[in-house]
C-alpha cells in the first residue's frame, strides 16, 4: 500500500526557514507528478508547489515564489520543499501528495486536490511574528 510521510514541520520565527521532506513507500512515484499542498484553519486545503515526474517543471502559488523551492530525488523516492523568508501567513499543516495517475502534468493539473489521489498525513508549520 502506497503510504507518504512527511517530516520537518515545526515552529519558526517570521524570516526564518524550515525544510519539509516527503518518503514515500509501498509504490515508486518516479513518474508522477508530486506536490505540497498546506491547509490553515478554517480555510480550504490550497497548492503550494508542485513538481512533474521528471523534475524539470516546476510550480508555485505567488503567495510563495521566490521563497519556496520543491525538489524531488526519484532514486530515494522523496520530494522536498525548502521554505526561506517564512510569513506568519504561511502557518498551516502541510501535505504532501503523489497525483492519480502518472505521466499527467500541466499547469491547471498540478494545482488542483482533486488530482492528487495519495497524500500524507500532514506537517504543521507555525511561523510566530
Known amino acids: 500500500q502506497a503510504q507518504l510521510a512527511e517530516s520537518g514541520g515545526g515552529m519558526v520565527q517570521a524570516g526564518g526557514s524550515l525544510r519539509l521532506s516527503c518518503a514515500a513507500s509501498?509504490?515508486?512515484?518516479?513518474?508522477?507528478?508530486m506536490g505540497w499542498f498546506r491547509q490553515a484553519p478554517g480555510k480550504e486545503r490550497e497548492s503550494v508547489a508542485g513538481?512533474?515526474?521528471?523534475?524539470?517543471?516546476?510550480y508555485y502559488a505567488d503567495s510563495v515564489k521566490g521563497r519556496f523551492t520543491i525538489s524531488r530525488d526519484n532514486a530515494k523516492n522523496t520530494v522536498a520543499l525548502q521554505m526561506n523568508s517564512l510569513k506568519p501567513e504561511d502557518t498551516a499543516i502541510y501535505y504532501c501528495?503523489?497525483?492519480?495517475?502518472?505521466?499527467?502534468?500541466?499547469?491547471?493539473?498540478?494545482?488542483?486536490?482533486?488530482?492528487?489521489?495519495?497524500w500524507g498525513q500532514g506537517t504543521q508549520v507555525t511561523v510566530s511574528s
Open positions: 501528495a503523489a497525483a492519480r495517475r502518472p505521466y499527467l502534468y500541466s499547469s491547471d493539473f498540478v494545482k488542483s486536490v482533486d488530482n492528487y489521489a495519495y
Open positions: 509501498g509504490r515508486t512515484f518516479s513518474t508522477y507528478t
Open positions: 513538481i512533474k515526474w521528471s523534475g524539470g517543471i516546476t
